[in-house]
């Protein structure tokens, strides 16, 4: 069985952007982390409707992606109506990467360039792709890493 020993978790602002677009949900055994589309109207909206979907979220007897994908659909339509209720809202969007962890697997829901990684004996490993027109690029060799 895998044990969660420790988790944190921190956003940053960074340099290009006067508002904070990120919002996390943390309860052992499900994490998220969303971050609303630079540039779109009211990304941070959008990313705090994702990461709420997750808190009223009651586990079930479905399978585990069956349950992350079931949240992730809530997350969308949450934000798709209020986008169409409100105009300032309208084009509004976030990522979302989401992990559940049971037994001796993980289990993610992924859309957009959020990443999760695994931290392990001091290295880290991607565990996701990017949903982005780099990452494309960059799979269908059009592109290099360095680029």
């Known amino acids: 069985m ?4 420790e988790y944190a978790y921190r956003t940053d602002t960074g340099r290009q952007r006067n508002a904070n677009e990120d919002a996390y949900f943390a309860s052992v055994p499900l994490f ?4 609303g589309m630079g540039g779109a109207q ?12 997750f808190e009223p979220a009651q586990r079930g007897e479905e399978s585990p992606e069956a349950y992350l994908r079931a949240i992730a659909r809530t997350a969308n339509s949450r934000i798709h109506r209020l986008a169409q209720a409100d105009s300032s809202r309208s084009g509004m969007g976030t990522t979302l990467t989401a992990a559940l962890v049971e037994d001796n697997e993980v289990s993610f ?12 004996g001091g290295e880290l490993k991607l565990l996701t792709s990017d949903h982005s027109l780099v990452e494309e690029l960059r799979r ?8």
């Open 42 to 53: 009211a990304g941070e909206v959008a990313s705090r409707l994702a990461a709420e979907s």
């Open 2 to 5: 895998l044990r969660i020993v």
């Open 109 to 120: 829901a992924h859309v957009g360039d959020s990443r999760a990684y695994l931290f392990r």
């Open 32 to 35: 998220a982390v969303a971050d």
């Open 140 to 147: 269908q060799g059009r592109l290099t890493d360095e680029q």
